[in-house]
């Protein structure tokens, strides 16, 4: 699955927010998947067209830190 069989659209530098708590962005080259779970919010970065094979990297942060 690559982000260009999905619509594409251009963003600008603003604050948006996740109506449906998933997105795949297109950064440099890279397909960028920001994802939430039950446990908190997972991001995890490909090479472009290559979204099926293991990520380049990852990261995530849990809803309990918030409140530290």
Do not use: P
Not at 1 to 7: G, P, Y
């Amino acid at each position: 699955m690559s982000l260009t069989d999905k619509t594409d659209a251009l963003l600008d530098d603003k604050d948006y927010i996740l109506a449906e708590g998933a997105a795949w962005l297109e950064v440099a080259g890279f397909a960028i998947r920001i994802h939430t779970t039950d446990r908190g919010v997972w991001v995890a970065i490909y090479k472009n067209k290559e979204e099926m094979n293991d990520c380049l990297a990852e990261t995530y942060a849990l809803f309990k830190e918030q409140d530290e």
